[in-house]
């Protein structure tokens, strides 16, 4: 079996949890056999002193066919 690692930032303005749903869904669209999310930073970006945008950065793995 081979496996594949991909990294990719997902953001929504809801939270981070959403974010995280973001990257994984989208990457479902055209990636198959995704078994695995690591979460590996959280960050988000702030105007006059409120969050307007939550970024996961997330580490995907997938199998190889």
């Known amino acids: 079996m081979v496996e594949k690692l991909l990294d990719l930032?997902?953001?929504?303005?809801k939270g981070w949890p959403?974010?995280?749903e973001?990257?994984?869904?989208?990457?479902g669209e055209s990636l198959?056999?995704?078994h695995d999310a690591e979460i590996?930073?959280?960050k988000?970006?702030?105007?006059?002193?409120?969050?307007?945008?939550?970024?996961?950065t997330v580490r995907l793995t997938f199998k190889i066919e």
């Open 44 to 56: 988000a970006k702030i105007s006059d002193g409120k969050i307007t945008e939550y970024l996961s």
């Open 9 to 13: 930032i997902g953001s929504s303005d």
């Open 40 to 42: 590996l930073s959280l």
């Open 32 to 34: 198959r056999n995704i």
């Open 18 to 20: 959403a974010a995280v």
């Open 22 to 27: 973001n990257a994984v869904s989208k990457a």
